[in-house]
């Protein structure tokens, strides 16, 4: 287990802040000890919402392996009309704030779209939060011409989305596409006609978990 890398400077920042409150506190006998459990426990919070565990992957050409830890929120045959302008099988993983919160690539092929929108912060777990909270759309092609989406989305607490992908790139397989801070949502839209191997309900592990794979 490390720490990711997205979470060097806010531990960093939170460490600073309460060897300060406690510093403050050095004076009020009854009040430090509860300072120093509390901060001791805040800080471990979040160095713990940053790890980055050391995880075998599942590789597989036309497999579509989970871009996050989480669990499955929704499935169901929607219109994705920011790239694909047509129908798709979304696949919605909800992440908690317990969660690892890296986003594994979850196919191998090349990037065709890549675009951040600026949005609202509503409850991730809202219909609504696909189109018009903070996210990130990813569109790639895989060999065989099929295209599938992934969009990171923010939700109430998450105020921060990492992509590392870029128009015209190679996605691989299992590698990290992003990061999300603070508890959020990944969407995965497959074409229609793809075998969906996950349940509504189900608990996913990033890049180990099959969510379906292309016909």
């Given at each position: 287990?490390?720490?990711?890398?997205e979470?060097f400077k806010?531990?960093g920042?939170?460490f600073?802040?309460?060897?300060?409150?406690?510093?403050?506190?050095r004076n009020?006998p009854s009040?430090?000890?509860?300072?120093?459990?509390?901060?001791?426990?805040?800080?471990l919070?979040?160095?713990?919402?940053?790890r980055?565990?050391?995880?075998e992957?599942?590789?597989?050409?036309?497999?579509?392996i989970a871009?996050a830890d989480g669990?499955?929120?929704?499935?169901?045959e929607?219109?994705?009309?920011?790239f694909?302008?047509?129908k798709?099988?979304?696949v919605?993983?909800?992440m908690?704030?317990?969660?690892?919160?890296?986003?594994w690539?979850p196919l191998?092929?090349a990037?065709?779209?890549?675009?951040?929108?600026?949005?609202?912060?509503?409850?991730?777990h809202?219909p609504?939060?696909?189109t018009?909270n903070?996210?990130?759309t990813v569109?790639?092609?895989?060999?065989?011409g099929?295209v599938?989406?992934?969009?990171?989305?923010?939700?109430?607490?998450?105020?921060?989305?990492?992509?590392?992908?870029?128009?015209?790139?190679?996605a691989?397989?299992?590698?990290?596409?992003?990061f999300?801070?603070?508890?959020s949502?990944?969407?995965?839209?497959?074409?229609?006609?793809?075998?969906?191997?996950v349940?509504r309900?189900?608990?996913?592990?990033g890049?180990?978990?099959?969510?379906?794979?292309l016909?």
């Open positions: 287990m490390t720490i990711h890398k979470g806010i531990i920042v939170t600073v802040a309460l060897i300060l409150v406690n510093f403050f506190l009020c009040a430090l000890p509860w300072s120093v459990g509390i901060s001791t426990l805040l800080l919070a979040v160095v713990n919402f940053f980055s565990p050391v995880r992957g599942f590789l597989h050409g036309n497999a579509i871009p669990k499955v929120v929704v499935i169901e929607v219109e994705e009309n920011e694909l302008k047509g798709a099988v979304q919605s993983i909800f908690s704030i317990f969660d690892v919160h890296i986003n690539y191998s092929g990037i065709r779209y890549f675009k951040h929108h600026s949005g609202r912060f509503m409850a991730a809202l609504k939060a696909s018009e903070e996210r990130t569109a790639i092609e895989h060999e065989n099929s599938i989406v992934v969009r990171q989305i923010a939700g109430a607490v998450a105020r921060r989305i990492v992509c590392y992908a870029k128009d015209a790139d190679k691989v397989q299992g590698e990290q596409m992003g999300i801070k603070f508890g949502r990944v969407d995965i839209y497959l074409p229609v006609g793809s075998r969906i191997d349940k309900g189900q608990k996913v592990r890049r180990q978990t099959i969510i379906g794979w016909e």
